[in-house]
């Protein structure tokens, strides 16, 4: 039977069709749709970003209706929808022009999805690792070891949130870097704090913005290959800073042309290398990885257990 999941992002809205018994994949793409842009600050969805995002949602209920009529529709709304104090309201709208239910998911859940996610993407080492996921709106982070959570948690420090709330300059200036940074270690002072007690060294990301870094590293060392069907990607670190250090230098519009950069992270890109750099140095990683599987992923795992646990919409 086919299922159609679609993840309702801050960034983008992202849909997976696939085939619950034999695993193929149907379909399994995005649409920028930037649901919390110019709302962040003060947690509002304005009137253009949510036009945004049901035009996305019609868009994906054509592509479910051409390649699976009959699959049952699961929707998931994740920061962006979550905090915003007219969250309610859209989520009314949604199921009022698209007869779509969405299900507004906790930060915490988020996070439970994404392990699921990862855990079907890769096999997990036994040894203390972190896995991250970095959204427009909020940072989810699972500690593992032994294969199985220790400690997990939601942040409000997404790319799109830290750059409404900071607005640094173009290049970033090292002292707002620092600002930032020094903002980062604060809130994530209980997750700094699990880590001081496990010691990971190995950090594993999930999502959009790790799926560019990955990508801008093969494209411009050119010593690694990325394997779609390995499920996952090993960054050389060097590789890595390297990309990190040229995206923190470069203007917009060099980041735009950076090889394997796509125009919806260009301005975004640099919010997501000040959370990995933290982490990189404060715990001494010495592993990091790429994982094509996240959420939307861990919500088919989800389904094969408790069908029953979401809310589901059809055509």
Same mark, same amino acid.
């Given at each position: 039977?086919?299922?159609?999941?679609?993840?309702?992002?801050?960034?983008?809205?992202?849909?997976?069709?696939?085939?619950?018994? #034999?695993?193929?994949?149907?379909?399994?793409?995005?649409? =920028?749709?930037?649901?919390g %842009?110019? &709302?962040?600050?003060?947690? #509002?969805?304005?009137?253009?970003?949510?036009?945004?995002?049901?035009?996305?949602?019609?868009?994906?209920?054509?592509?479910?209706? %051409?390649?699976?009529?009959?699959?049952?529709?699961?929707?998931?709304?994740?920061?962006?929808?979550?905090?915003?104090? *007219?969250?309610?309201?859209?989520?009314?709208?949604?199921?009022?022009?698209?007869?779509?239910?969405?299900?507004?998911?906790?930060?915490?859940?988020?996070?439970?999805?994404?392990?699921?996610?990862?855990?079907?993407?890769? *096999?997990?080492?036994?040894? =203390?690792?972190?896995?991250?996921?970095?959204?427009?709106?909020?940072?989810?982070?699972?500690?593992?070891?032994?294969?199985?959570p220790?400690f %997990?948690?939601?942040y409000n420090?997404?790319?799109?949130?830290?750059?409404?709330?900071?607005?640094?300059?173009?290049?970033i200036?090292?002292?707002?870097?620092?600002?930032?940074?020094d903002?980062?270690?604060?809130?994530?002072?209980?997750?700094?704090?699990?880590?001081?007690?496990?010691?990971?060294?190995?950090?594993i990301?999930?999502?959009?913005?790790?799926?560019?870094?990955?990508?801008?590293c093969v494209?411009?060392?050119k #010593?690694t290959?990325l394997?779609?069907?390995?499920?996952?990607?090993?960054?050389?670190l060097?590789?890595?800073?390297?990309?990190?250090?040229?995206?923190?230098?470069?203007?917009?519009?060099?980041?735009?042309?950076?090889?394997?950069?796509? =125009?919806m992270?260009?301005?975004? +890109?640099?919010?997501?290398?000040?959370?990995?750099?933290?982490?990189?140095?404060?715990? &001494? +990683?010495? #592993?990091?990885?790429?994982? *094509?599987?996240?959420l939307?992923?861990?919500?088919?795992?989800?389904?094969?257990?408790? =069908?029953?646990?979401?809310?589901?919409?059809?055509?």
């Amino acid at each position: 039977m086919k299922i159609a999941v679609i993840d309702c992002g801050t960034n983008t809205f992202n849909l997976l069709i696939k085939n619950q018994q #034999t695993g193929e994949i149907h379909y399994n793409d995005k649409i =920028p749709v930037r649901l919390g %842009q110019g &709302g962040l600050e003060d947690n #509002t969805l304005n009137e253009a970003s949510w036009q945004r995002g049901l035009d996305a949602l019609h868009s994906h209920k054509k592509t479910i209706a %051409q390649l699976a009529p009959n699959a049952p529709i699961y929707v998931m709304a994740t920061s962006a929808v979550r905090s915003a104090s *007219n969250g309610a309201a859209f989520v009314k709208a949604v199921a009022d022009e698209t007869g779509l239910k969405l299900n507004v998911i906790s930060g915490d859940q988020e996070a439970e999805l994404i392990f699921k996610g990862v855990q079907q993407g890769m *096999n997990l080492p036994d040894a =203390p690792t972190l896995i991250m996921d970095i959204g427009g709106g909020s940072s989810e982070f699972i500690l593992v070891e032994n294969q199985k959570p220790v400690f %997990q948690a939601s942040y409000n420090i997404g790319s799109s949130r830290l750059m409404e709330n900071f607005r640094p300059a173009d290049p970033i200036l090292p002292e707002e870097a620092k600002k930032i940074t020094d903002y980062l270690e604060t809130e994530l002072q209980d997750l700094l704090a699990v880590c001081q007690k496990y010691q990971p060294r190995i950090l594993i990301g999930s999502s959009g913005s790790f799926d560019t870094i990955a990508d801008m590293c093969v494209q411009n060392f050119k #010593t690694t290959k990325l394997e779609p069907e390995k499920g996952y990607y090993t960054f050389k670190l060097h590789e890595y800073m390297q990309i990190a250090q040229r995206m923190a230098e470069a203007t917009y519009d060099e980041r735009l042309h950076t090889p394997g950069m796509i =125009p919806m992270r260009a301005d975004l +890109i640099v919010m997501a290398h000040l959370q990995i750099n933290l982490l990189v140095k404060r715990l &001494g +990683i010495k #592993t990091l990885q790429q994982c *094509n599987f996240a959420l939307k992923e861990g919500l088919f795992h989800s389904l094969k257990a408790n =069908p029953e646990k979401w809310q589901k919409s059809s055509l």
